[in-house]
């Protein structure tokens, strides 16, 4: 039965369960349930037939279970989370910060330079903003903190810098994009490719600009005699040319057409598996570590879909969907205001929620009026890519602080790290603005390589 008032009611019921801790997954599962119980409820066959339990819901439900199993696109999301937690575990990340570390040393900020370009890099083969901010927690704080680096700066750059794997290519968040949007995820990814590394860059330059007008913040390292140019070449070409190359190769091939991003995505666990043991890393317990955890994340992330669907199906169904559009269309907005009232909603969003909650149930809202306003979808795409960093940087619910305020403790106060990721934010809306301007950042590689998109 068609009732937007339940729908709104349904909706902001979830917003306040999840507000209360409840698990995500789960409670747009129970809402699904219980709200479509009510939409598809028919007293007349219970009367007839008296069997509570034969509701439609059930049928959707299984319909969402079965719908999301068989999705290709969603194999490549385990095989992605394995080469993550493989390239964490064999301890890679520990030697291209080091190495990173030393070839940055002449740099203003020169830690923080590292610790940026190892979050980007890292995130890329891992794509767990958690699991970057807290590796990168243990591995650059303590020695940015003991080179006397401002503890809110250094904060700021790890939680900004462990964002950056929902962005850059190959992300699983453009994934998701692509299985909820029906989009290709070859696209998807060209077209993050200049927008993710128009981020980090901008982080960097920031790091530059800020330590060179303050340098008392990021005091520079005491050269070292000991070491020469030649280990400092060493050290990179045996620490980050690996794994880049192994990077390279995967979205290479998926750009290039080669492979689909599961092939891919298999690939990468596979370079994964043998750089851990060009490094005499692996063992048979960070194998089986690696398998637990990526076998953990992929439950999280197939639950969260089927319980979004369901929700997202119940909520369509009530007609929320409707009102929201009707709600849009009644305002006659030219095609910019359309976009920036959307991303204002998406920017707002992200202080209670995270990427997920926003991607799977509040986009959907927006993809149908798309052709209205005559906007590409592939370029609405990246502006939610970019706006969806800040869903992990905007107190009071910035997950990255969160994160990295759990493996410090004691060792620095959660208002220091939100003083921190403040001027990130700043970045990521400038980012945005440029994107607006230029579209080209995001549309220029997808048309090249594929050819001009028609819809």
């Not at 390292?221 to 020469?228: G, L, V, Y």
Request: glycine residues 6%.
């Amino acid at each position: 039965m068609t009732n937007p008032e339940v729908a709104i009611v349904m909706l902001s019921l979830f917003i306040v369960l999840v507000l209360l801790g409840f698990p995500v997954a789960f409670t747009l599962l129970a809402m699904g349930v219980a709200f479509g119980y009510y939409a598809y409820y028919d007293p007349d066959y219970i009367e007839t037939f008296g069997d509570l339990f034969d509701n439609q819901i059930f049928y959707l439900l299984n319909q969402n279970t079965y719908s999301v199993m068989e999705n290709d696109t969603l194999v490549a999301i385990p095989l992605f989370l394995f080469m993550g937690y493989v390239v964490e575990r064999a301890s890679i990340v520990d030697r291209l910060f080091s190495s990173l570390q030393l070839a940055a040393r002449n740099l203003p900020g020169s830690m923080a330079i590292a610790a940026l370009i190892t979050c980007a890099v890292f995130s890329t083969a891992s794509g767990i903003v958690g699991a970057v901010v807290t590796l990168m927690g243990l591995l650059a704080f303590p020695a940015m903190a003991n080179a006397q680096y401002n503890k809110s700066f250094a904060s700021g750059v790890i939680c900004a810098g462990g964002t950056l794997g929902i962005l850059i290519p190959p992300s699983i968040m453009l994934i998701v994009y692509a299985a909820i949007a029906e989009l290709s995820p070859l696209r998807l990814y060209a077209a993050a490719v200049f927008p993710g590394l128009m981020l980090a860059g901008c982080y960097i330059l920031y790091v530059i600009a800020r330590v060179t007008v303050n340098p008392a913040i990021a005091p520079k390292p005491a050269p070292d005699p000991s070491i020469s140019r030649g280990y400092i070449y060493w050290s990179l070409i045996t620490s980050f040319v690996p794994l880049a190359v192994l990077i390279m190769l995967v979205l290479g091939s998926i750009l290039g057409g080669l492979a689909t991003p599961a092939e891919a995505a298999a690939m990468g666990a596979l370079g994964g598996l043998i750089l851990a043991m060009l490094y005499r890393s692996l063992t048979w317990t960070k194998v089986k570590e690696s398998v637990f955890l990526t076998a953990k994340a992929t439950a999280m992330v197939c639950w969260m879909f089927v319980g979004s669907w369901t929700f997202a199906s119940v909520f369509s169904y009530l007609g929320g969907h409707d009102i929201i559009e009707h709600w849009f269309l009644s305002m006659n907005l030219s095609t910019i205001q359309f976009l920036i009232l959307c991303q204002v909603i998406i920017f707002l969003l992200g202080w209670p929620l995270e990427w997920s909650e926003i991607l799977i149930i509040f986009v959907p809202i927006f993809l149908p009026m798309l052709d209205t306003f005559g906007v590409n979808p592939y370029f609405f795409a990246m502006l939610v890519a970019l706006n969806l960093q800040t869903s992990f940087l905007t107190p009071p619910m910035a997950m990255s602080a969160y994160y990295l305020k759990g493996v410090l403790k004691d060792q620095i106060e959660l208002m220091q790290i939100f003083k921190g990721i403040m001027p990130y934010l700043a970045i990521v809306i400038f980012c945005m603005v440029m994107m607006y301007v230029f579209p080209g950042i995001a549309l220029w590689l997808p048309d090249y390589l594929f050819g001009e998109y028609v819809a």
